[in-house]
């Protein structure tokens, strides 16, 4: 049974760091490329960003991108997304996904039908 358990969700002030993290159990990890995807309250759910298995491509929306940065540790079957300089927009749950990719190292997916699992979601809230 695959198990998705984000963690690092909290209240922050405009400016702030968070880092968020998965940790993946009931998977072969490193078969798996990851996502976070985030849905904030009356909005769609969308991508944030990705990682392939290796860890060597990524992807991010252009709202987050050189303030998030995503990174995987194999070995500890973890993915994190550090956030910085968090914006009120930011606000949202957070989703941690995984998708059971064959291709190695593979591209990061953004659609959120190219993913197998989800996490519960940890909720973030920036104020401003």
């Known amino acids: 049974q695959v198990q998705l358990v984000e963690s690092g969700g909290d209240l922050v002030q405009a400016g702030g760091s968070l880092r968020l993290s998965c940790a993946a159990s009931g998977v072969t990890f490193s078969m798996y490329a990851m996502g976070w995807f985030r849905q904030a309250p009356g909005k769609e759910r969308e991508f944030v960003t990705a990682?392939?298995?290796?860890?060597?491509?990524?992807a991010y929306t252009d709202s987050v991108k050189g303030r998030f940065t995503i990174s995987r540790d194999n070995a500890k079957n973890t993915v994190s997304v550090q956030m910085n300089s968090l914006k009120p927009e930011d606000t949202a749950v957070y989703y941690c996904?995984?998708?059971?990719?064959?291709?190695?190292?593979?591209?990061?997916?953004?659609?959120?039908?190219?993913?197998?699992?989800w996490g519960q979601g940890t909720q973030v809230t920036v104020s401003s």
């Open positions: 990682i392939n298995r290796s860890g060597s491509r990524t």
């Open positions: 996904a995984a998708r059971r990719a064959l291709e190695w190292p593979g591209l990061p997916k953004t659609y959120g039908y190219d993913y197998d699992f």
